[in-house]
């Protein structure tokens, strides 16, 4: 089996100005303009995912408002001082701020009806990205880990799944390290240590006297099986490190405007590389944003957050859009929780996992729509609720993966890939 | 109404004559049902939460609005603070009275612990392997050289390779007892305790429930497990102080292993089997288990000793640390009703290894964790010992008698499992000797074996042979500081740090030149504060720390399960670190020994030394001079051969 995904922590001491970066493997020079290169990957890209689906989620730590979000409760108590405002669709209104938004919410689905238990945020983080509340018994993957495993073409040399922007990255689990995803920090420079020290002449050189030592000793003194499987990681390391897809790394060669309009911010470049990613190949991208941890001055932080992820959100769904790639390519806004529909006296909403908010586009979701509600004081799902489960029952569904397929854990317990939940009714066309 | 621990009415007693004024307090301070949600704690905990909140804001009036405020107002904000504070004494004095709780006649007593002289030595011990390899038809492994022993034995026992003089004097030393004298002297050296306490304290790390590190402290529980190794602390006495333990984890690191399981009664019980008795009970928590034994009801019997225990931020103005504490007012432990899920069912705790008798339910909780803990210790559980072996055995011979090591059974499969029994069962009875049970195996033919392929058809054969296995992350981490004279400990986080801050407008155009110089820099400066490198072993920002997130395994993954990963690999190839190690620049290792050595083959044999311990052979040295007459240039040549043996399957493999 080959491995091809990892997380990384990054070094800053790694890394080397592009151009560079481009010179040291001899591609700057081979007459192939960055732009077109990729271009030129993305015709393979269907090919090299099976299925041809692809999963960008935006996940947004510390628990988003839904109040100040995508439910907004203008005039009533707890609804607070946010506005609500029309989008494309009539009948659908969302809180100010988010006027970005408006102009794309006939391809999004926002779910008002979103309930779970969990109020802590490391726990209610790994039951939304695995659909499973931790134990020690089993380290339940990730839904990236899931996807790389289920979709990712073996052969192709960057990694299936990638996690943007730091923070905890709920990994591969009992699926093992060849799906953990591989961890970009800093979209705005290349991931670390991808940038070997030498010239490609001499790297390839090392690589051919490294191998050739390593079965004239340890190979061949007791060590033979463990040296075919580190030229096994070996080889896919070089050849991820030599392939010119690494390019899909390098946000710089895009179009000025499209980069503004995604944000001059990682967030906005982050989702401006998830596409990148995602037109090269790669199954699932996670982009992250903290700060949503709004136990003070809600209204404020909120409004500052969405002037960050509106513009990424909406011109992501564009982007891919105007590409071809919205129908085959799940975009997902969530967080680990919502936030208490009573203000606390700190002017902040606390966590709140009675009910909260998720937004979906693409991938065969139907846009333009609302599902389920919540009451008019915020406090209670009023009717559709949806458990962690469904929502993660919905991804499978809209990427063709079985979410009934159990993958066996090192002690031979059978783990499903979602247990229980339902595919959303109403949220694919 | 369900039955409540001791203390419960007492305090409940003291906490409901200032209901009203609570009530009160807490419409004043305008607290919010937001802890409401966490369904698992019990209703006096949302109570001490409203409580807390209401402190908190009363606190923050009185700071920063006090003239703003009405006399009546400063009153109601003060009473809000005293009755936050009367709600912790009434917690403490509950929490100290459950120590004092011992004369409950429904407690099992436990014969004191007996210890008689082993009789298993090491010769015994490789009598019984040889009869069972020759009943397996198994090619026995020749004896290893002196080289190959030292960096096994190192690695193993110390947790880093030799030195290059540590080598030097132990193969020309002409002593017949050498091996067994080194194997005394790393035994009782420091290197010995840290390396054994960072293997148990990833045995913790990588199966915590709890994903929030600062709410463990690790570099505290790794400190607290060298102190015990390095007292050779009997590993019944360790057990019990983790199970039992209580307190912050900065003043008792014990307390680390609770904290880690979130102080939950069914997270405890699944570890505390796991680890302890290498059964996974926890399977049975939701159905009886299909390949064991195990009831469903027993894992909830055992579960039921860890209830009461709690975890909390620790109440004082110090460093913001974690603490384990008795929490009055606890619900009995009930399992859920599977016919009616919105019910569930009180449980009387009850061991599930031998004919243990239920603990009555009016103990208190230190006396159910003290109970539990003798249970598992005692000298007729073998499941204790047991487990402890076949991880002994497992890391010193590259695979366990039980794989995966932590899944023994009943009704599991091992190898050779008669050796186990008969190992463990006098290990037991000679009173759990740690550094004895590692003299035993370590003087065995049988460890000192060389090793051979797990996969080969004559691999897997009943201990014939040692079997390779990957470094864990402290060790491939000592291993790079020692093979490329880099004092990585000392680089205050430079490590793998990202760095992002400084990213943005220097780094980015710095060359891999420019990146020698400052870590160079660094490298200098911590060489000027040797003391700098105790305090960073604390530091979760550690180098060390940073490093094991890279390379840092599970040890209770099977060895052949454990494989490399990208992120490795493009840090052992490319990193400025291991660059900066392998160039032969002014002041480096190769360098300086480029500059001083102008033989190629003497070269060639220090490097082959310093990184894997050994003399290259034939074959290595034939390839390499072509190399070098390949390239054209010496110093090149050079850091490319020292590349490669750094990005070797053998420096990162104990075989």
């Not at chain 1, 907004?72 to 970005?100: D, F, L, R």
């Not at chain 2, 499941?383 to 072996?389: I, T």
């Not at chain 2, 160079?520 to 504060?529: C, L, N």
């Amino acid at each position: 089996m080959e491995k091809t995904i990892v997380k990384v922590g990054m070094n800053h001491e790694g890394v080397v100005s592009r151009r560079g970066f481009v010179q040291t493997l001899g591609l700057g020079a081979a007459g192939v303009a960055v732009g077109g290169f990729t271009d030129l990957m993305a015709v393979h890209a269907d090919e090299i995912r099976k299925k041809n689906m692809a999963c960008i989620v935006l996940w947004m730590a510390g628990g988003p408002s839904q109040m100040e979000t995508f439910d907004p409760k203008p005039g009533t108590g707890n609804g607070g001082e946010t506005k609500a405002i029309q989008t494309n669709v009539s009948g659908i209104e969302i809180a100010g701020g988010w006027e970005a938004m408006a102009p794309v919410m006939d391809k999004v689905a926002v779910i008002r009806s979103m309930s779970n238990k969990e109020g802590n945020h490391q726990r209610a983080s790994y039951q939304m990205h695995t659909g499973y509340a931790p134990t020690s018994t089993v380290k339940h993957p990730g839904f990236g880990s899931i996807a790389a495993a289920e979709l990712g073409d073996p052969k192709f040399d960057l990694p299936h799944a990638v996690s943007i922007g730091g923070g905890p990255v709920f990994g591969a689990g009992m699926l093992g390290v060849a799906y953990e995803p591989f961890l970009v920090a800093d979209p705005l420079r290349l991931p670390e240590n991808v940038t070997p020290p030498v010239a490609a002449p001499r790297f390839s050189r090392r690589l051919g006297l490294l191998n050739r030592l390593d079965q004239a000793g340890f190979g061949s003194n007791g060590g033979y099986d463990r040296v075919l499987e580190h030229q096994s990681i070996y080889r896919q390391t070089a050849g991820m490190v030599l392939s010119p897809r690494i390019n899909a790394f390098d946000i710089e060669s895009e179009d000025a405007k499209l980069r503004a309009a995604y944000g001059q911010n990682a967030f906005g470049q982050g989702c401006l590389l998830a596409r990148r990613l995602v037109e090269t190949g790669v199954t699932f991208v996670e982009v992250r944003l903290g700060g949503w941890d709004t136990h003070d001055d809600n209204f404020n932080r909120v409004k500052k957050l969405a002037g960050t992820v509106a513009p990424a959100f909406s011109t992501l769904i564009q982007d891919l859009s105007s590409r071809g790639m919205l129908d085959r390519t799940l975009v997902v806004w969530m967080g680990e929780f919502g936030r208490t529909p009573k203000i606390n006296p700190k002017g902040g909403r606390d966590h709140f996992p009675r009910v909260f908010n998720v937004a979906l586009a693409g991938g065969g979701v139907k846009g333009g729509q609302v599902i389920g509600s919540s009451s008019a004081d915020g406090t209670e799902v009023k009717e559709n609720p949806v458990a962690a489960t469904d929502l993660l029952t919905s991804f499978c569904h809209s990427m063709k993966i079985d979410p009934k397929k159990e993958n066996m854990s090192p002690i031979g317990r059978p783990i499903k890939i979602v247990d229980g939940g339902s595919v959303v009714k109403g949220l694919f066309a | 109404m369900s039955t409540r621990f001791p203390n419960a009415r007492n305090w409940r007693t003291r906490v409901l004559a200032t209901v009203p004024a609570l009530l009160a307090l807490c419409i004043f301070a305008g607290a919010t049902s937001s802890a409401a949600d966490d369904e698992k704690s019990p209703a006096d905990a949302k109570t001490e939460a409203k409580i807390k909140k209401a402190a908190a804001k009363a606190r923050a009036l009185l700071k920063n609005k006090k003239g703003d405020l009405t006399p009546e107002q400063r009153a109601k904000a003060q009473a809000a603070i005293d009755a936050f504070r009367e709600l912790q004494a009434a917690v403490d004095r509950a929490d100290a009275a459950d120590a004092k709780s011992g004369a409950v006649s429904s407690l099992p007593t436990f014969p004191p612990k007996k210890v008689e002289s082993p009789t298993v030595d090491s010769a015994k011990l490789d009598e019984l392997i040889a009869k069972s390899v020759s009943e397996a038809k198994a090619p026995t492994s020749p004896i290893v050289s002196d080289e190959e022993f030292a960096r096994r034995l190192y690695l193993d026992v110390a947790g880093r390779i030799p030195t290059l003089e540590e080598l030097r004097v132990f193969v020309t030393s002409k002593d017949k007892a050498k091996r067994s004298k080194l194997i005394d002297k790393l035994l009782a050296s420091e290197d010995f305790a840290a390396n054994l306490a960072r293997y148990w304290r990833d045995v913790v790390f990588y199966r915590a429930p709890n994903p929030n590190p600062n709410q463990v402290g690790y570099p505290y529980l790794e400190k607290w497990l060298t102190e015990q190794f390095a007292a050779n602390k009997p590993w019944d006495e360790i057990t019990r102080d983790l199970i039992t333990a209580r307190g912050s984890y900065d003043e008792n690191g014990a307390s680390a292993f609770g904290l880690a399981q979130m102080a939950q009664p069914v997270e405890m019980a699944g570890e505390v089997s796991r680890v302890f008795m290498g059964i996974q009970i926890q399977c049975a928590q939701c159905h009886d288990h299909p390949s064991a034994p195990w009831k469903r009801d027993q894992f909830h019997e055992f579960a039921a000793f860890f209830q009461g225990i709690a975890s909390r931020a620790k109440r004082d103005n110090g460093p913001r640390t974690f603490e384990l504490y008795s929490r009055p007012g606890v619900a009995r432990y009930s399992k859920p009703d599977l016919e009616d899920p919105s019910k569930s069912i009180p449980v009387t705790p009850k061991f599930f290894v031998g004919d243990a008798k239920p603990v009555g339910d009016n103990a208190g909780t230190r006396d159910r964790l003290a109970t539990i803990a003798s249970y598992i210790v005692a000298q007729d559980n073998p499941y204790f010992a047991q487990a402890f072996v076949n991880r002994v055995w497992a890391s010193l011979l590259g695979q366990g008698f039980f794989n995966p090591i932590d899944d023994m059974g009943p009704g599991r499969e091992g190898e050779s499992v008669e050796i186990l029994e008969t190992l463990a069962a006098d290990w037991q009875k000679s009173g759990y000797d740690i550094r004895g049970l590692y003299r035993v195996v370590l003087n065995t033919k049988t460890y000192q074996r060389a090793s051979r392929s797990t996969n080969s058809a004559a691999g897997r054969t009943a201990f014939a042979a040692n079997c390779p296995s990957r470094l864990r992350g402290d060790q491939i981490f000592d291993a790079i500081a020692s093979a490329l004279d880099l004092p990585l400990d000392n680089l205050n986080g430079r490590m793998v740090r990202d760095g992002a801050a400084k990213a943005k407008g220097k780094a980015k155009s710095a060359t891999p030149e420019q990146n020698a110089k400052a870590l160079e820099k660094s490298i200098a400066q911590a060489a000027k504060k040797p003391e700098a490198a105790k305090t960073v072993a604390m530091n979760l920002n550690a180098p060390r720390t940073r490093f094991n997130t890279m390379f840092g395994v599970d040890p209770s993954t099977p060895p052949d399960e454990v494989l490399g990963t990208i992120p490795q690999a493009l840090f052992l190839m490319n990193s400025p670190i291991v660059n900066r190690g392998v160039i032969a620049a002014r002041n480096t290792m190769l360098g300086d020994l480029l500059e001083s050595t102008p033989d190629n083959r003497a070269v060639l044999d220090s490097l082959y030394y310093k990184v894997l311990s050994r003399r290259p052979t034939a074959k290595e040295v034939a390839v390499c001079a072509r190399y070098v007459e390949e390239v054209g240039n010496r110093k090149e040549a050079f850091e490319d051969i020292l590349w490669s043996l750094v990005n070797s399957t053998e420096f990162i493999s104990r075989h």
